[in-house]
């Protein structure tokens, strides 16, 4: 089993649409969980980060967070084709220890918004 | 303020060949990183650094690879000899000390080895 799971896609939504992704995670004691957006060719760019149960909204992205059910999610309203990417779901253990700041990538959901 | 920097950005070696990337974090960033994703496959952690220490080096595939960073600046990561399976993009990423609130990448050298 991957630590970090997602759809690889491709997820393909008509512009002004809602896209959702979906993220699980096996490690238990995950503190922090990040959405990157990775155009081609260029570095992962964070557009999220979530570490509380619950909604954390910005701007047209809103992250869900599950720690019970070790899911992470990501809305896009008003979906854009300067959306479409790969969207990348990491998760980083808490304070203490030498693993801390350490990221555990999925291998991304590729977002394809069409006009 | 600059981002983090990496070059080459691109680079072709022979099998066997030695190749070295570099990477220039955020001024000030304690904490710098280096990450690799091959074909088909996730990012993965390689290693942490903490100024000039390495903090974990748990995602370093073999001894093949040396990395260093001098002085608490910038960082290397050296492959020696290169294989064919070490191909792939190597991220480079910083964050200040402190609570995680997401790292900083750099735009990746892509090395490819044939």
């Known amino acids: 089993q991957k630590e970090v799971e997602q759809n690889s896609g491709p997820l393909s939504v008509p512009e002004g649409a809602i896209a959702s992704l979906n993220c699980t995670y096996s490690d238990r004691v995950s503190q922090s969980f990040f959405w990157y957006r990775q155009y081609s060719g260029k570095s992962p760019e964070l557009i999220m980060s979530i570490y509380s149960n619950g909604d954390k909204e910005d701007g047209r992205f809103t992250a869900q967070l599950n720690k019970a059910s070790q899911y992470v999610s990501l809305l896009i309203r008003d979906s854009q084709p300067s959306d479409s990417a790969t969207y990348l779901c990491?998760?980083?253990?808490?304070?203490?220890?030498?693993?801390?700041?350490?990221?555990?990538f999925g291998q991304g959901t590729i977002l394809t918004v069409h006009p | 303020e600059a981002g983090v920097t990496q070059f080459p950005s691109h680079s072709v070696i022979e099998k066997g060949q030695t190749v070295t990337l570099r990477c220039d974090p955020i001024?000030?960033?304690?904490?710098l990183y280096w990450y690799r994703r091959v074909m088909g496959k996730e990012i993965k952690f390689l290693l942490h650094?903490?100024?000039?220490?390495?903090?974990?080096e748990s995602g370093m595939p073999n001894n093949r690879f040396l990395a260093e960073r001098t002085g608490g600046t910038y960082s290397t990561l050296k492959v020696q000899p290169a294989e064919l399976e070490d191909s792939g993009v190597y991220f480079c990423a910083s964050r200040p000390g402190g609570r995680i609130y997401g790292y900083t990448f750099g735009s990746g050298t892509r090395l490819t080895v044939v």
């Open positions: 990491a998760t980083s253990l808490g304070l203490g220890g030498t693993s801390y700041g350490k990221l555990t």
């Open positions: 650094f903490v100024k000039e220490s390495k903090q974990d």
């Open positions: 001024s000030g960033h304690d904490n």
